[in-house]
């Protein structure tokens, strides 16, 4: 399946979680956006749905003509940040000049991204809000296979990456590192690392590297 594909499907999927007349539309995304905002800021088990109606400056009444309770906004406000990082991935690999600036760019996004979330974000997700919690990790196994993917051939055609490797194996690979390196086995200290996400990234790199490839990421780390 191609990204373009995987996308669409995902989009439509989103668009079709939740509808409103277009100007009940803005109200209503305008409060899963904020609500994102305190779950990222203060965890979402702590964030009531009056400390949601305070922020936005809506009474209860009006917060729950657009959300029935406080799971759905959870829900609605994971499948919106989720499309909205798909949207961006996609940015990254259109607007980068070749396969491994789209790897590296990709991972600065992600590291930036996990330094502005509560610590506890996916724990309490995971304890509190188990449904979407599922939902959420099947669609990220999808999501970093079909990157993966579209970024190997990419970097096959550009001769950055050798043409003898099995992609679908090395896909499948790279998952599981990602995986792993979210999993309880790697010590916090070094998960919440960037260097140790960077040094994936550079390992991945080094093992399905042609010459070109290897020669244009050692002037990038020279650079660092």
Not at 85 to 102: G, K, Q, R, S, Y
Not at 150 to 159: A, I, P, S, Y
Not at 171 to 198: D, K, N, Q, T, W
Request: proline fraction near 2%; charged fraction near 30%.
């Amino acid at each position: 399946m191609r990204q373009g594909n995987f996308l669409h499907e995902k989009r439509f999927h989103m668009k079709n979680v939740f509808t409103f007349a277009p100007e009940m539309e803005e109200t209503h995304n305008k409060i899963v956006e904020e609500s994102v905002q305190l779950f990222l800021k203060f965890g979402i088990r702590s964030v009531t749905m009056e400390d949601v109606s305070r922020e936005l400056g809506i009474s209860k009444k009006t917060l729950y003509k657009y959300v029935s309770n406080k799971t759905e906004l959870v829900e609605q406000g994971v499948k919106m940040t989720f499309g909205k990082i798909m949207e961006d991935v996609h940015e990254i690999a259109t607007n980068t000049e070749n396969a491994i600036d789209e790897l590296f760019k990709i991972d600065e996004y992600f590291d930036n991204m996990l330094r502005s979330q509560h610590p506890a974000m996916m724990y309490q997700l995971k304890k509190y809000h188990t449904e979407t919690f599922n939902w959420l990790e099947g669609s990220k196994v999808d999501f970093i296979l079909n990157t993966t993917r579209d970024n190997l051939k990419r970097g096959t055609e550009q001769g950055y990456y050798r043409a003898d490797i099995k992609q679908e194996y090395i896909a499948y690979i790279y998952l599981s590192h990602a995986l792993v390196m979210e999993s309880e086995v790697i010590p916090e200290a070094i998960c919440e690392s960037s260097g140790f996400h960077r040094a994936h990234v550079i390992y991945h790199i080094r093992g399905i590297g042609t010459p070109k490839g290897l020669k244009y990421l050692q002037q990038k780390l020279n650079k660092k």
